[in-house]
């Protein structure tokens, strides 16, 4: 299903881009870990970072500059979840990922957006 979107992405608009396509199975996964005081509002921001099937893998974790005293950081197969208080969002590790190869590799959204898609998958899966 990926390739062919791939595919038309790039013959009807000509962008060269990889697509990530999960089922309702696995979204659930991962919204189950995700605390419901997690948020993406004016004090908090919270991200889901999907994985590629190359990168899936806890050992992931490893690769990330996780600072303990203000990251939170949870892995579940297909995404890592990352939330921070927004006044501590300069001072985190994870934002070191921004343009290295291993961000190649994922595409993020915000745990609201997350959250919207899931319950619309829901609702078309019903």
């Excluded at 890592?80 to 969002?89: D, E, H």
């Amino acid at each position: 299903m990926s390739l062919l979107l791939e595919e038309a992405i790039h013959k009807d608009f000509g962008l060269q881009i990889k697509v990530l396509v999960l089922s309702l199975d696995e979204v659930s996964e991962i919204i189950s870990i995700i605390p419901d005081t997690w948020k993406n509002d004016k004090e908090m921001k919270t991200d889901v970072l999907f994985l590629w099937e190359e990168i899936d893998d806890e050992s992931i974790l490893e690769k990330l500059v996780i600072k303990p005293d203000i990251d939170s950081v949870k892995y579940t197969p297909g995404a890592i979840v990352w939330s921070i208080a927004k006044k501590n969002a300069t001072k985190s590790g994870m934002s070191m990922i921004i343009g290295t190869k291993l961000y190649k590799k994922v595409t993020v959204r915000n745990v609201n957006t997350t959250r919207k898609i899931y319950e619309l998958m829901k609702v078309q899966n019903s």
